[in-house]
């Protein structure tokens, strides 16, 4: 379990087989409101570590998968109520790690546990067995478990993204590893710590560390199924790493989501210029789903763009994640912040004009942190990297747009198709939905203020394979296995 090495401190080791492990180096996680302040260790499992957590899933997996449904859903529902009961205790902890401010640690565990509830409702029904009785016999199609599944998240949404790998697999019967990321190891592990108090020891192992340990986990024969959510570059080396042995994957990778306004929306909408502003700046920016690029038709395009910014700043307060005044905090990592900054700086030495959004409420901790404040970016060519590239972080360019099957264009060409959003009058929204190529289109929001955990997400083209969340994303642990009981046994066809 986490040990509370002192107040501040927080330790965490990998956990096999449902035990502690020892590792013989560690490293340390700053906050990233002050880079000096450590807010806890985690260690770097070894090569060999990690294939004992493997072997002991596997081991695992032969006992766990004849456990019955009821039973599985009995102790995540128990694994839910003691995240319920820790949950400021976890929130305080992710805050810290992160950088995100706590309203925002809060949503995080919101999602979460909605997640898990829904897939504790819905596992019975999604895994149900399936007896046909037919013109030819009988045939039984059941959702077997797949075996032992490499869970690897990353470190914007740390908890959410494990827990929506942790419930649908064990609840399937599967058995897993969580390896966190490095960037925002702390919460994670200790959510998926109460998760294994409530499972047999195996059903659940964490390990961490980065690509060594990730590279382990992907090549090795013993694991069944790859989960992954991270950069679209990342899932390259994994499924490399996974060809030899042909494993199942669900790929959740990186998007450039667009926001498109057309002629129809009413600047003056305030709520909604709120809703897009928060759908750009949540997180500072660094969720997979954020609208990173806006469309707007041109005949509104200089009073959106002025709506916008009066919006932008009321909403945007710069400052210490703990302040409740604080709406954005820092960016999550040193690299991150170095990225976002640069794209920036690109944009504008080929001419776009940068605009500084909102207010910073302590000037010095701005200075001390990995603080970006966030900006506008005007004047951009269509394909300039702050346009076609993920920032991933506090900055959104917006581009005029004249008509329909341009902006479609310019949406579709994309190599990413992970969400995007329409804004304007409902039908007119919905046929420009219709034809663009995302996994999810959200009309008149975006990004997670349009997420629903029943129906499935994930991307169209590099932005992924498979889905999580919805029925889809129970299913997707299982596979299909079909007993079929033929009356007839011999083919006409075929020669005596
Ligand atoms: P990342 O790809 O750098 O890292 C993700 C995870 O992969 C980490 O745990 C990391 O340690 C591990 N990893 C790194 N190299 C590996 C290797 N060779 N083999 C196995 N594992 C390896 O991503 P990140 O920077 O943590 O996250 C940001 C990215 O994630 C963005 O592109 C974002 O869009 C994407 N993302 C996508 C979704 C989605 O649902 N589609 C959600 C959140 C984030």
Known sequence: MTIQADKETIIVEAFINGQNVKSLSQLAKENPTNPTEIVGYFPVTTKEQAVEAIE????????????????????????????????NEIVHLLSREHGKPLYDAHGEIYVSLMWMEFACNEAKSALQEEIKEHENGKTILSHDPIGVVAAISPWNYPIALSTIKIAPALLAGNTILLKPSPFAPLAAAKVAEIIASEFPAGVINIVHGDADVGVELTSNPLVTKIAFTGGTATAKHIIKAAAETIKDMTLELGGNDAAIFLESFDV???RAMRRIVISNFLTAGQICMIAKRIYVHRSIYDDFVEKYIEAANRWIRIGDPFDSNTTVGPVNNLKQKNYVQGLVEDAQKRGAKVIHLGQILDQKLFEQGYYLQPTLVLGCDYHDPIVVEEQFGPTVPILPFDDEEQVINLHNESIYGLTSSVWGKEEDAISVARQLEAGTTMINTAAVQGL????????FKQSGIGREYGVEGIRTYTESHVINVPKTLDLPYIPE
């Open 268 to 270: 003056h909408d305030e």
């Open 452 to 459: 629903d955990v029943r129906f499935p997400f994930g991307g």
């Open 56 to 87: 002991a899933a596997a081991g695992a997996f032969k006992t766990w998968k004849h456990t019955s449904i009821d039973e599985r859903i009995i102790m995540m529902r128990r694994a839910i109520e003691k995240i319920r009961a820790a949950e």
